[in-house]
Protein backbone atom coordinates (compact mmCIF):
# COMPACT_ATOMS: atom_id res chain seq x y z
CA UNK A 1 0.00 0.00 0.00
CA UNK A 2 0.95 3.39 -1.17
CA UNK A 3 2.28 5.83 2.15
CA UNK A 4 1.96 9.77 1.90
CA UNK A 5 4.23 11.49 4.62
CA UNK A 6 3.21 14.83 6.15
CA UNK A 7 4.48 17.50 8.30
CA UNK A 8 3.19 21.26 8.55
CA UNK A 9 3.83 24.50 10.06
CA UNK A 10 0.57 24.54 12.10
CA UNK A 11 -1.11 21.57 13.82
CA UNK A 12 -4.54 22.40 13.59
CA UNK A 13 -4.45 20.98 9.78
CA UNK A 14 -4.68 18.24 11.04
CA UNK A 15 -4.13 15.92 7.44
CA UNK A 16 -6.76 12.75 7.68
CA UNK A 17 -8.33 10.96 4.94
CA UNK A 18 -11.45 12.34 4.22
CA UNK A 19 -14.50 11.31 6.14
CA UNK A 20 -18.16 11.48 5.43
CA UNK A 21 -19.78 13.96 9.14
CA UNK A 22 -23.01 12.52 9.27
CA UNK A 23 -24.98 14.23 10.91
CA UNK A 24 -23.05 16.72 9.17
CA UNK A 25 -22.03 18.13 5.68
CA UNK A 26 -22.94 14.71 4.42
CA UNK A 27 -26.71 14.57 5.68
CA UNK A 28 -28.62 13.09 8.30
CA UNK A 29 -28.77 9.87 9.60
CA UNK A 30 -32.18 9.02 8.00
CA UNK A 31 -32.23 5.65 6.77
CA UNK A 32 -32.67 4.58 2.83
CA UNK A 33 -35.93 4.15 3.74
CA UNK A 34 -39.58 5.54 2.48
CA UNK A 35 -40.27 9.48 3.56
CA UNK A 36 -36.47 9.56 4.30
CA UNK A 37 -35.01 12.89 2.84
CA UNK A 38 -32.62 11.85 0.48
CA UNK A 39 -28.81 13.05 1.68
CA UNK A 40 -25.21 12.50 -0.15
CA UNK A 41 -24.18 9.47 1.84
CA UNK A 42 -26.61 7.63 0.66
CA UNK A 43 -25.29 7.54 -3.19
CA UNK A 44 -22.24 5.25 -2.96
CA UNK A 45 -20.38 6.76 -5.92
CA UNK A 46 -20.34 10.10 -4.55
CA UNK A 47 -19.73 8.32 -1.13
CA UNK A 48 -16.53 7.14 -2.26
CA UNK A 49 -15.35 9.42 -3.99
CA UNK A 50 -15.53 11.69 -1.13
CA UNK A 51 -13.68 9.22 1.13
CA UNK A 52 -10.80 8.73 -1.70
CA UNK A 53 -8.97 11.94 -0.45
CA UNK A 54 -7.21 13.74 2.75
CA UNK A 55 -8.89 16.54 4.22
CA UNK A 56 -7.17 19.57 6.04
CA UNK A 57 -8.94 21.14 8.53
CA UNK A 58 -8.69 25.22 9.22
CA UNK A 59 -6.06 25.56 11.89
CA UNK A 60 -7.15 29.17 13.27
CA UNK A 61 -9.36 29.97 16.03
CA UNK A 62 -11.71 32.68 14.59
CA UNK A 63 -13.47 32.19 11.32
CA UNK A 64 -12.18 34.52 8.17
CA UNK A 65 -14.76 35.56 5.56
CA UNK A 66 -13.76 36.41 2.36
CA UNK A 67 -16.19 39.13 0.23
CA UNK A 68 -16.67 39.97 -3.15
CA UNK A 69 -17.58 44.11 -2.61
CA UNK A 70 -17.31 46.80 -5.47
CA UNK A 71 -15.17 44.13 -7.35
CA UNK A 72 -12.71 44.28 -4.47
CA UNK A 73 -11.66 40.86 -1.76
CA UNK A 74 -12.29 42.17 1.72
CA UNK A 75 -11.33 39.45 4.28
CA UNK A 76 -12.33 40.03 7.82
CA UNK A 77 -10.70 38.11 10.53
CA UNK A 78 -8.74 38.14 14.09
CA UNK A 79 -5.75 36.39 13.35
CA UNK A 80 -3.48 38.27 16.09
CA UNK A 81 0.34 39.35 15.82
CA UNK A 82 2.26 36.79 13.61
CA UNK A 83 3.43 34.18 15.76
CA UNK A 84 7.14 33.94 14.11
CA UNK A 85 8.89 36.19 11.85
CA UNK A 86 9.27 35.54 8.17
CA UNK A 87 5.64 34.45 8.00
CA UNK A 88 3.18 36.25 5.47
CA UNK A 89 0.73 37.71 8.11
CA UNK A 90 -2.35 37.66 8.12
CA UNK A 91 -2.02 34.01 5.45
CA UNK A 92 -4.61 34.91 3.56
CA UNK A 93 -4.27 37.65 0.55
CA UNK A 94 -5.48 38.54 -2.88
CA UNK A 95 -4.00 36.56 -5.73
CA UNK A 96 -5.66 39.19 -9.10
CA UNK A 97 -9.58 40.09 -7.85
CA UNK A 98 -10.43 36.56 -9.42
CA UNK A 99 -8.45 34.42 -6.26
CA UNK A 100 -6.91 34.43 -3.67
CA UNK A 101 -4.60 32.25 -1.57
CA UNK A 102 -3.90 30.86 1.85
CA UNK A 103 -0.07 30.52 3.32
CA UNK A 104 -0.99 26.54 4.19
CA UNK A 105 3.10 25.19 4.27
CA UNK A 106 1.98 21.80 3.92
CA UNK A 107 4.33 19.24 3.28
CA UNK A 108 2.43 15.68 1.70
CA UNK A 109 5.02 13.48 -0.09
CA UNK A 110 4.39 10.43 -1.83
CA UNK A 111 6.25 7.98 -3.26
CA UNK A 112 7.75 7.91 -6.62
CA UNK A 113 5.29 7.74 -9.37
CA UNK A 114 2.75 9.45 -7.35
CA UNK A 115 1.83 13.13 -7.02
CA UNK A 116 -0.68 15.20 -4.44
CA UNK A 117 -3.58 17.24 -6.01
CA UNK A 118 -5.47 19.71 -4.80
CA UNK A 119 -9.38 19.56 -5.37
CA UNK A 120 -12.24 21.71 -3.66
CA UNK A 121 -13.75 19.57 -0.37
CA UNK A 122 -16.55 17.06 -1.82
CA UNK A 123 -18.84 19.55 1.37
CA UNK A 124 -19.14 21.75 -1.45
CA UNK A 125 -21.16 19.93 -3.13
CA UNK A 126 -23.94 19.58 -0.72
CA UNK A 127 -23.47 22.75 0.38
CA UNK A 128 -26.82 24.85 -0.02
CA UNK A 129 -25.13 28.41 1.36
CA UNK A 130 -22.63 29.14 -0.93
CA UNK A 131 -19.95 29.66 1.45
CA UNK A 132 -17.54 26.80 1.24
CA UNK A 133 -14.38 28.12 -0.30
CA UNK A 134 -13.64 26.76 -3.55
CA UNK A 135 -9.84 25.30 -3.97
CA UNK A 136 -8.24 25.76 -7.33
CA UNK A 137 -7.23 22.24 -8.58
CA UNK A 138 -3.49 21.76 -8.54
CA UNK A 139 -1.03 18.67 -9.04
CA UNK A 140 2.12 18.76 -7.23
CA UNK A 141 5.12 16.03 -7.73
CA UNK A 142 6.73 13.77 -5.28
CA UNK A 143 9.64 16.08 -5.48
CA UNK A 144 8.13 19.63 -4.60
CA UNK A 145 8.95 19.76 -0.61
CA UNK A 146 5.95 21.71 0.86
CA UNK A 147 3.05 23.14 -0.41
CA UNK A 148 3.58 26.60 0.29
CA UNK A 149 0.50 28.24 -0.56
CA UNK A 150 -3.31 27.40 -1.74
CA UNK A 151 -5.12 29.20 -4.25
CA UNK A 152 -8.63 29.71 -4.16
CA UNK A 153 -11.12 31.21 -6.44
CA UNK A 154 -12.87 34.25 -5.13
CA UNK A 155 -16.21 34.36 -4.41
CA UNK A 156 -19.13 36.02 -6.94
CA UNK A 157 -20.01 39.81 -6.14
CA UNK A 158 -21.55 40.06 -2.79
CA UNK A 159 -20.99 36.50 -1.89
CA UNK A 160 -18.72 35.52 1.47
CA UNK A 161 -16.50 32.60 1.32
CA UNK A 162 -16.37 31.21 5.24
CA UNK A 163 -13.26 29.45 6.90
CA UNK A 164 -14.50 28.09 10.10
CA UNK A 165 -12.49 26.38 13.31
CA UNK A 166 -11.85 22.87 12.66
CA UNK A 167 -13.73 22.56 9.36
CA UNK A 168 -12.48 20.83 6.50
CA UNK A 169 -11.47 23.92 3.83
CA UNK A 170 -9.75 21.69 1.14
CA UNK A 171 -9.07 18.17 0.24
CA UNK A 172 -6.26 16.29 -1.71
CA UNK A 173 -6.25 13.25 -3.49
CA UNK A 174 -3.23 11.30 -4.33
CA UNK A 175 -2.67 10.71 -8.52
CA UNK A 176 -0.29 9.15 -10.55
CA UNK A 177 2.29 11.53 -11.62
CA UNK A 178 1.90 11.02 -15.37
CA UNK A 179 -1.47 10.57 -17.02
CA UNK A 180 -0.47 8.69 -19.80
CA UNK A 181 -3.90 7.20 -21.49
CA UNK A 182 -5.52 7.20 -24.87
CA UNK A 183 -8.75 7.97 -25.83
CA UNK A 184 -9.85 5.96 -28.34
CA UNK A 185 -13.58 4.59 -29.49
CA UNK A 186 -14.30 1.76 -28.14
CA UNK A 187 -14.38 -1.56 -30.61
CA UNK A 188 -17.50 -2.72 -32.32
CA UNK A 189 -17.29 -6.14 -30.19
CA UNK A 190 -16.23 -4.80 -26.58
CA UNK A 191 -18.76 -2.23 -27.45
CA UNK A 192 -21.32 -5.05 -27.43
CA UNK A 193 -20.39 -6.60 -24.53
CA UNK A 194 -20.51 -3.60 -22.85
CA UNK A 195 -24.09 -3.42 -23.92
CA UNK A 196 -24.93 -6.79 -22.80
CA UNK A 197 -23.53 -6.19 -19.99
CA UNK A 198 -25.70 -3.05 -19.27
CA UNK A 199 -29.03 -5.33 -20.91
CA UNK A 200 -28.39 -7.38 -17.81
CA UNK A 201 -27.91 -5.07 -15.29
CA UNK A 202 -31.24 -3.43 -16.39
CA UNK A 203 -32.81 -7.02 -16.99
CA UNK A 204 -32.51 -7.91 -13.79
CA UNK A 205 -32.48 -4.60 -11.64
CA UNK A 206 -35.84 -6.18 -9.50
CA UNK A 207 -33.64 -8.81 -8.64
CA UNK A 208 -30.44 -6.74 -7.51
CA UNK A 209 -32.61 -4.14 -5.72
CA UNK A 210 -35.07 -6.61 -4.20
CA UNK A 211 -35.93 -5.18 -0.79
CA UNK A 212 -34.04 -1.55 -1.42
CA UNK A 213 -36.22 0.50 -3.11
CA UNK A 214 -37.80 3.47 -1.37
CA UNK A 215 -39.14 6.72 -2.28
CA UNK A 216 -37.85 9.75 -0.58
CA UNK A 217 -39.43 12.69 0.53
CA UNK A 218 -39.31 14.77 -2.46
CA UNK A 219 -40.72 11.63 -4.36
CA UNK A 220 -38.08 10.33 -5.64
CA UNK A 221 -37.32 6.28 -6.05
CA UNK A 222 -34.04 5.08 -5.29
CA UNK A 223 -32.75 1.45 -5.13
CA UNK A 224 -29.56 -0.32 -3.67
CA UNK A 225 -28.80 -2.01 -7.14
CA UNK A 226 -25.36 -0.57 -7.85
CA UNK A 227 -25.05 -0.83 -3.93
CA UNK A 228 -25.22 -4.61 -3.86
CA UNK A 229 -22.75 -4.88 -6.93
CA UNK A 230 -20.16 -2.72 -5.34
CA UNK A 231 -20.65 -5.00 -2.25
CA UNK A 232 -20.08 -8.36 -4.65
CA UNK A 233 -17.65 -7.18 -6.18
CA UNK A 234 -15.62 -6.07 -3.03
CA UNK A 235 -16.55 -9.75 -1.43
CA UNK A 236 -14.93 -11.43 -4.39
CA UNK A 237 -11.61 -9.87 -4.28
Same mark, same amino acid.
Given at each position: MP???????????R???TRLEIPGWAGRPEPRANGSH????????????AKGGIEIFYPYENEL????? *??MLAFEGDFGPSPEP????????????????????? *????????????????????DATGTVPIAVPAVLRHWWPMMSFM??????????????? *??PFMQVTIVP?????????????????????????????STLSADSEWV???????DGTYRRIVGAAKASR
Open positions: TVKYRMQHPGLPRREYAWHCVPFSEAHVTMQ *DGGLQWPPFRSFGTAYYTYQILL *DLKVEEGFAVKTETHPRFYTVFKSPAEGQTHIFRP *DEAESEFELVEMPEEEAAEREMQARRIHASRSSTNTVF
